[in-house]
């Protein structure tokens, strides 16, 4: 059974951090790209940042220069450092595993910026 299961959200300020994780299980990790996307009310699911099985990145425009995406194949696990943060960040985050068309989503974590 595939499970990816998100953390790290919560209520932050604007202009401060925050560190999302996402562990995977039921999956050869190490052969997915790995993206976390974002949405937020009365909008849809957006891209937010994508990491491939050969550590290749991308951004959302709206993001680049804030967040890193990251992956460590030893814990099955992706990240999203999230720094500079603004109130138009506020959104559920969601961890995506893909590979051909094999494709996987996790329950979400909000992530709530204040002004």
């Known amino acids: 059974q595939v499970q990816l299961v998100e953390s790290g959200g919560g209520l932050v300020q604007a202009g401060g951090s925050l560190r999302l994780s996402c562990a995977a299980s039921?999956?050869?990790?190490?052969?997915?790209?790995m993206g976390w996307y974002r949405q937020a009310p009365g909008k849809q699911r957006e891209l937010v940042a994508v990491?491939?099985?050969?550590?290749?990145?991308n951004y959302a425009d709206s993001v680049k220069g804030r967040f890193t995406i990251s992956r460590d194949n030893a814990k099955n696990t992706v990240y999203l450092q999230m720094n500079s943060l603004k109130p138009e960040d506020t959104a559920v985050y969601y961890c995506n595993a893909l590979r051909a068309k094999l494709n996987y989503w996790g329950q979400g974590t909000q992530v709530t910026v204040s002004s």
């Open positions: 039921g999956i050869i990790f190490r052969v997915y790209a």
């Open positions: 990491i491939t099985s050969g550590d290749s990145t």
